[in-house]
């Protein structure tokens, strides 16, 4: 299964040919929330060019933890409810979290003559990323397993 | 106006990730998630191509923080990886991880240089 979309798959391959409204409704209220979220967490959280970009990679690092709470979530107690993936995951996970941003939020940083920052940003990021997913789906096999 | 203007880009970024996942994997049939490498890529060249301009605030918000924002992704990306990892492609989930910062960075930087040149 993939948070997107998996062509393998052959229910996610058939959703948008059966319900192309929907699903696509459904990714884009997702998307607008999670966009929303995120925005509010920048605006609240503002830094300078030069500086450690704390906003972007608490958003991404927490979005990642989440889509691995959600994708084990999906796969053992919500495989029939076909509209959980594109909206929470596609949706607001996907429009929460950002790549473009953290890639220019590298690039600013080493503009603003700070490159160790904008290194240690990168690095941390996708570090923190991954371990995050990774915690995420780990934590939630153990509680849905106990239950 | 600002918010409306996020979640407007939003509203059009986020089902265009997800087209163009679609339309991609279509195309051809490899492990390695490259609709999630092509949104990220082309998100990070268009973000790096208004920051180079530069755009005014609701042109940002519009098209930066709500479109690029919401058609690129973090989670969907440490997902796949994660994916392939436990599926035994290594090598895969290195390349992907590495490769997809590489080249968004690239990319930024491309977008910023084109806007710099115009």
Redesign the interface.
Known sequence: M??????HVPAQRRE?RKHPGVV?AA??????I???A??GV?TAWSHDPAAFSWSIWTV?VS??F???VL?VLIARRFSRQSLIR?FF???I????????????D???AAEHGAPGTALLY?AT??VG??V???AG?ALTELVVRER | MTVLLVALGAAIGAPLRYLSDRAIQARQDSVFPWGTFTVNVVGSLLLGFLIGLPVDSALTALLGTGFCGALTTYSTFSYETLKLARSGARLLAVANAVGSVLAGLGAAYVGLLLAQAL
């Open positions: 993939d948070p997107d979309v998996d062509l948008l696509l990714i884009a209220a997702g998307g607008v999670g966009a929303l995120r925005y920048a991404n979005g990642c989440l889509i691995g994708m594109p995951g596609v949706g996970l996907g429009g929460y979290t950002t790549f473009s941003t953290s890639v220019v590298v690039q600013q990168l990021t996708l990323a991954l995050a997913v990774w789906t």
